[in-house]
Structures are given as C-alpha cells and as structure tokens.
C-alpha cells in the first residue's frame, strides 16, 4: 500500500465513495493533527460527516498478496472528543468481511482487525475501510495505520450441525429445489450410520436440489467436505450428477453417478477463506422420464 499512516499530507493515494444522504461527507489528511493525537507519526485520515446518517468508503489496492496465503489485516480509528462513539461502525473489506467495530469511548484509538486469504482472482484487491454514522447531526473519525501481519493461531475443528441427519430437523438444511417440484425428506428408510438419512425425490418434470452449510473455520485452513450419496440401482441409465463448491475460494468438485445400491462418497478438498467456512452442493438428474429417488447421509468437514 502507499501511504497507509496518511502521512503524505494529500489524499491522492486513496479512492473516497460518499454513500452518506446529503453526499456531504469530506475526506482529507491531516498533518497537524487538528481533530486528535495520530494513533503514530503525525498524520492522520480524517473522514467529516456533517450531517446526518453519515457513510463512507475509503479504497485502495493492494498488492503483492500470495495464492492461498492467509493474512491478518488491521486498521485503527478514533472517535474525536465530543461525538457520541456509539452511533458509528468502522469495517474492513477485502476478499470477506471483518465484522462491524465501535469504539468503545470516544478520545480513543480502536482497532479492527481480521483474517483474510489472498486468492487467485483477487492477488492486487482493493482493501476498503467503510465506515457508518447514524443519527448524528455531525461526527469526525479518524483512520490510522492499516497494516498487514501473519494470520492469528487458530485451532478451530470444522463441525456440520446434524451432518448425519438424526435430529430429523429438515429446517435446518435450507434444501433449495432447482425447479420447484422436487422434495427432500428425512427417513429411517436407508442410513449408511445410525438411524436416518436425508432422501431427495424428483419428479420426471424437475432435477436438482441444492444445500449450503456453515461451519466454523480457520482462514487459510485445509479441509475436505464429504458427502455420501446411495442410487437405487431401479434408476440406472438416469444422468445424474453431483456438485460441491466451496464459497469463498472456489474449488469445485463435479461427478457423475455410476455405481448403483451402495453409498459411495463424495470429497472435495478447499482451502478456507473466511472464519465462518461455506460450502454449497447438490444433485441434479437432467432428462429423466420418471421420478427418482436419492438418499445423502454423513455430510462433514475434516481437517486435512
């Protein structure tokens, strides 16, 4: 980044996008330290909001992040003396999102901070400090050295609530029908483990089911998604196939069904690019002349 402390003294450096009502907001560097102390040096960022319902980007890229490589990203800012600290949120964007920060008293430097994965599409991205104000007839906050360090240590174990499907919880998977028609069910029909597995059910006229599942992650950590699927063999000659993505980062796995009467598993290996990990799969079966019928069963994420 060129100039991260606002020490230059211009702000040519740095791209403003004023979201605020009035689009009244000011963006300038401050030398002097007119409106606080600098958190260092002697310059400051200073954003002016004044009126109300005040909102503001700053951007600038970056460069020189490395493939799959995690960071940890840190600004800091300061609720000038006077102004109610709790009517603003300070966030950072890059790749995800850290969350919302507010100061936890006004006259003092606050820090936002977040893990994030440098990516192959987003190697030169923009880092984005947005700041909200509601309420406020005016407020000035103060920006401060943005800096890049090692990820933090993180021992988190990935977990899929319910990924076996014994609650007997179909709310819980969010099952998104492709074409309308198609169902997903919980049964204590087939199980490859303990007493249920989810079955999916389409009808001639539709052809998929997707899910989305959440699960606690390290940025930059290594898993494996695994689904296991079972065919009856009363609907070979049908074309299906599976699908997993990974969210943030993109890895994709595809496969063709083409083992019948037994469970077959499904793996797709990711790097994580956010805390909070995501991956999207399903099974669509294009063409299809009469209803079939799909069961899923141990659904998990395991460290690799």
Not at 17 to 35: A, G, M
Not at 71 to 91: E, H, K, N, Q, R
Request: a negative charge; glycine letters at 8%; charged letters at 10%.
């Amino acid at each position: 980044m060129v100039d991260p402390s606002f020490e230059l003294g211009h702000s040519s450096n740095w791209l403003f996008f004023d979201q605020s009502p009035n689009y009244d907001s000011i963006f300038l560097e401050d030398e002097s330290s007119t409106y606080g102390p600098p958190h260092s040096g002697s310059g400051v960022g200073v954003l002016d909001f004044p009126t109300n319902g005040g909102s503001a980007s700053l951007l600038q890229q970056i460069f020189g992040l490395c493939n799959e490589q995690a960071y940890t990203a840190t600004a800091w800012f300061y609720i000038s003396s006077g102004y109610d600290p709790s009517l603003c949120t300070v966030s950072l964007i890059i790749s995800t999102v850290s969350s919302p920060v507010k100061a936890t008293a006004a006259g003092v430097w606050t820090k936002v901070q977040f893990a994030f994965l440098g990516l192959p599409n987003f190697l030169s991205p923009y880092i984005t400090i947005d700041v909200e104000c509601e309420n406020t007839s005016e407020m000035i906050v103060l920006i401060n050295d943005l800096s890049f360090g090692p990820p933090p240590a993180c021992s988190v174990i990935p977990t899929i609530s319910d990924g076996g499907f014994e609650s007997g919880n179909l709310t819980i998977w969010d099952a998104i029908p492709t074409e309308g028609n198609e169902t997903f069910t919980i049964t204590n029909a087939n199980p490859r483990t303990g007493k249920k597995s989810g079955v999916l059910t389409y009808p001639s006229i539709s052809n998929g089911i997707l899910f989305g599942c959440d699960f606690n992650a390290c940025v930059g950590g290594k898993y494996t998604f695994h689904m296991w699927y079972y065919m009856p063999k009363a609907y070979k000659g049908i074309s299906c196939t599976l699908l997993a993505t990974a969210w943030y980062t993109g890895e994709t796995v595809t496969s063709d069904i083409s083992a019948y009467n037994q469970w077959v598993q499904l793996n797709l290996d990711f790097v994580s690019g956010a805390a909070i990990g995501h991956v999207d799969f399903g099974i669509s079966c294009l063409n299809q002349l009469q209803k079939v019928v799909i069961y899923i069963d141990d659904v998990s994420v395991t460290t690799r």
